[in-house]
């Protein structure tokens, strides 16, 4: 079955560089969510998307921005990056208005971001 | 607001055994969901069970069970038999419905002891 891809797997940048991350939701998927996981720490909500427009926010800094396209895969886009945006970037999906029996929420293997 | 609690950062058990490791959480919602997520070293997170607040059966997956409390607001899960492939991070989170953030608890580091 097709899972929520997301790439890149592995990305390093540079303190002060900018960083875009992909989301590809399961297919008929029509919500999207972004979360940030620090070292040791649990998974926090950043941002999510249905069919296109902003439905939620979280704790995501300023410095990013996100969106979500016609065919529905999201990009979250970091610039101005610190130290402390290390972490594992995870992206998940669903069916809005679908129960959790039928549809679930699944996540990708997530992206893993060193800033150096 | 909502949040979950894991009390236990770590827990060990032995292989073939029974653990059960812990959660509750805060709502003033009466419909809402629970789940366990287990997190491997791969990273990935891998739904273990889940739980709809308005059932009062406690949720069975295999060797996967939980206690589900209401009232006491309480999410237990117990593993039986526990395998050495059971070794991962385990995290209960809480979810209004579809189109709804998650709420993690902060996870419980859980080794199998051959």
């Known amino acids: 079955a097709a899972g929520v891809i997301q790439s890149p797997r592995h990305l390093i940048k540079e303190k002060r560089e900018t960083a875009t991350l992909k989301c590809y939701p399961i297919?008929?998927?029509?919500?999207v969510y972004w979360y940030q996981q620090g070292p040791g720490q649990d998974p926090q909500f950043l941002i999510s998307f249905y069919e296109k427009m902003q439905s939620d926010k979280g704790s995501i800094p300023d410095r990013f921005s996100a969106q979500q396209f016609s065919d529905y895969h999201s990009e979250l886009n970091m610039s101005s990056l610190e130290l402390g945006d290390s972490a594992l970037y995870f992206c998940a999906s669903s069916l809005a208005g679908a129960s959790f029996s039928n549809y679930g929420y699944t996540f990708g293997s997530g992206t893993r971001l060193t800033v150096v | 607001a909502q949040t979950v609690t894991q009390s236990q950062p770590e827990m060990s058990v032995q292989e073939a055994e029974t653990v059960t490791l812990s959660c509750t959480y805060d709502?003033?919602?009466?419909?809402?969901?629970l789940f366990w997520y287990k997190q491997p070293p791969s990273r990935q997170m891998i739904l273990v069970i889940r739980q709809e607040a308005y059932k009062q059966q406690n949720a069975t997956e295999n060797r996967f069970s939980v206690n589900f409390q209401k009232a006491a607001k309480s999410f237990s899960l117990k593993i039986s038999d526990s395998q050495l492939g059971d070794a991962a991070m385990y995290f209960c989170a809480y979810s209004l419905n579809t189109g709804n953030q998650f709420y993690f608890g902060t996870g419980t580091s859980l080794t199998v002891i051959p």
């Open positions: 297919p008929r998927h029509d919500t």
């Open positions: 709502t003033s919602e009466s419909d809402y969901y």
